[in-house]
């Protein structure tokens, strides 16, 4: 599976961008598509899921202000961020979730939310 990301980049504080991932490939056997981001540890945190059903989960610091959606036919899930937050700076990779056929990981997308 190959995942291309898009719409990363610079905001100020209140502001919105929309990220967009596509996947590509072995795209069969899909769970779930989301988005993770980095932490200053270096480890990456959930930030958004939905499941072939629509169930949608998200991290609680991004509740109400995040919102994520799925385009099945063309494989691409996209994240609507409102409110950015300086705290929300980070690099948000996307996810694929194939059970067990594991996970896979996009090369990561830099958001910037100046204050």
């Known amino acids: 599976v190959q995942l291309v990301e898009s719409g990363g980049g610079l905001v100020q504080a209140g502001g919105s961008l929309r990220l967009s991932c596509a996947a590509s490939?072995?795209?069969?056997?899909?769970?779930?598509m989301g988005w993770y981001r980095q932490t200053p540890g270096n480890q990456r945190e959930l930030v958004a899921t939905?499941?072939?059903?629509?169930?949608?989960n998200y991290a609680d610091s991004v509740k109400g202000r995040f919102t994520i959606s799925r385009d099945d036919a063309k494989n691409i899930v996209h994240l609507q961020m409102n409110s950015l937050k300086p705290e929300d700076t980070s690099r948000y990779f996307c996810?694929?979730?194939?059970?067990?056929?594991?996970?896979?990981w996009g090369q990561g997308t830099l958001v910037t939310v100046s204050s």
């Open positions: 490939g072995d795209v069969f056997n899909i769970i779930a």
């Open positions: 939905i499941n072939n059903g629509g169930s949608t």
């Open positions: 996810n694929v979730h194939k059970g067990p056929w594991g996970h896979y």
